[in-house]
């Protein structure tokens, strides 16, 4: 799905540095989530928001922190980047009235921390 | 909170063949278990969802089982061809106010010709 935005697509930075990642959605969805996936352990939960200022931890939220200041964006941050958050990160977004409420991803963050 | 298992961790057919991939979920509470489709250096992508009204759904080659009482549920793909060949993942959730996926671990489907 287009409407689901992710920049920047690759980034490799040093240990230590604030690194954050963006996503945005043009799908009207007011449920944005945040994962990391890993080869072998297939997609974990970051931080998952329901609406505007509304935030809650996922499964492995430590070395992260989100914001969510509008409906349409949701983005990660990396406080101090360490060589173990080195990961493909996927945004998703779902919509409450819709069936099931199936997530719909973006094309992800390849991410490199040296 | 909730646990799913996804067998097996790869999955090599050939094609026209069919393959199936089993996940087993763990809080009975669970009720939406989608499956994604995610192709090399793709997004994962929904190829089908069961909700636990239903035992069974099917959309053309692809169909998914659900064994409430047991727990777990099923993809099976017939007729494979090599645009199958990708990594699925399993899911499930509880829908409403508290609704977030759990993934499996995923299966690599690879069809041979």
């Known amino acids: 799905d287009a409407d689901v935005t992710q920049t920047p697509r690759n980034r490799i930075t040093k240990t230590g540095k604030r690194i954050m990642l963006e996503c945005s959605q043009t799908k009207g969805h007011d449920r944005m989530y945040w994962y990391r996936q890993d080869p072998g352990l297939g997609l974990r939960l970051i931080y998952y928001?329901?609406?505007?200022?509304?935030?809650n931890k996922g499964e492995i939220s430590d070395g992260y922190s989100v914001s969510r200041q509008a409906q349409a964006k949701f983005s990660l941050s990396l406080e101090s980047a360490i060589p173990n958050q080195t990961a493909l990160y996927f945004c998703?977004?779902?919509?409450?009235?819709?069936?099931?409420?199936?997530?719909?991803f973006g094309d992800g963050t390849r991410l490199s921390i040296l | 909170g909730e646990n799913v298992e996804q067998h097996p961790s790869t999955l090599s057919v050939q094609e026209g063949d069919s393959a199936v991939i089993k996940c087993t979920y763990s809080?009975?509470?669970?009720?939406?278990f989608p499956w994604y489709k995610q192709e090399l250096g793709k997004r994962p992508q929904l190829i089908i969802d069961?909700?636990?009204?239903?035992g069974e759904k099917k959309d053309q080659r692809i169909a998914v089982t659900l064994n409430k009482t047991a727990k777990h549920f099923s993809l099976h793909i017939t007729e494979t061809q090599p645009e199958d060949s990708a990594v699925y993942f399993c899911a499930a959730s509880l829908t409403g106010t508290a609704s977030k996926l759990t993934f499996g671990t995923g299966t690599r489907l690879q069809v041979t010709l």
């Open positions: 998703a977004t779902s919509d409450t009235a819709e069936v099931g409420q199936p997530q719909h």
């Open positions: 928001s329901f609406d505007v200022k509304d935030i």
């Open positions: 809080d009975s509470a669970s009720n939406y």
């Open positions: 069961i909700r636990s009204n239903v």
